[in-house]
């Protein structure tokens, strides 16, 4: 089955950390890139960051840079992030998505909320 | 960074009429746009890439049409599964790759 299984998500304080991961199976992960792309009630989908299908390039929204860091591991099939100094405006859910250009198969997303 | 802006916000359709979104870029993208669906609970799902190509499994009644700054997402005979929420997004230009601020289409 073709999916995309994200976890990791939960409550932490503003300025701690959290590692997002999203297991894939179902097809060959390491030919694709993946992103991170976040939901918020008030400010929709927002894209966080991508890498491509070997890991050569990455690339963050300037609201992260710096303080978060996309990797993957092709032979686990999974992807991370990692979530550094974290700030109240970082609560959302987060997808995984498979695609280059446009995101063809999302995961069901993990819930982050940062709150004191 | 390009300003994807969708509209309406909300558009109240009876089952069985058409529905026709916008989504309008600040810039010229070509062709490089997409369209996604969201049902509430769920993950996105791609219905549009190119503008105009539908992806796998999606039916032909939904269609997509538009270059360079405007864009049009069509659904021409509305039925119960497709009342969502519907986001264009833009790949023209990146990063960041964009997204609209999405339109509810709800059952009137």
């Known amino acids: 089955q073709v999916q995309l299984v994200e976890s990791g998500g939960g409550v932490v304080q503003p300025g701690t950390s959290l590692r997002l991961s999203c297991a894939a199976s179902?097809?060959?992960?390491?030919?694709?890139?993946m992103h991170w792309v976040r939901q918020t009630p008030g400010k929709g989908l927002e894209w966080v960051a991508v890498i491509w299908y070997d890991g050569s390039n990455k690339y963050y929204a300037d609201s992260v840079k710096g303080r978060f860091t996309i990797s993957r591991d092709n032979s686990k099939n999974t992807l991370y992030l990692q979530m550094n100094s974290l700030r109240d405006e970082d609560t959302a859910i987060y997808y995984c998505?498979?695609?280059?250009?446009?995101?063809?198969?999302w995961g069901r997303g993990t819930l982050v909320t940062v709150s004191s | 960074e390009i300003v994807m802006t969708q509209s309406p916000a909300t558009l109240s359709v009876s089952p069985g009429e058409r529905a026709t979104l916008s989504c309008r870029a600040s810039?010229?993208?070509?062709?490089?746009l997409a369209w996604y669906q969201q049902k509430p609970g769920q993950a996105p799902r791609l219905l549009i890439y190119g503008a105009s190509t539908r992806a796998t499994g999606i039916p032909a009644r939904i269609s997509g049409s538009g270059s360079g700054t405007e864009f049009t997402l069509t659904i021409s005979s509305l039925q119960s599964e497709d009342f969502a929420v519907y986001y264009c997004q833009q790949y023209n230009n990146w990063p960041p790759w964009t997204f609209g601020q999405g339109t509810k289409v709800e059952i009137k």
């Open positions: 179902g097809f060959t992960f390491s030919s694709h890139g």
């Open positions: 998505a498979r695609g280059r250009l446009y995101f063809d198969l």
């Open positions: 810039q010229s993208i070509s062709s490089n």
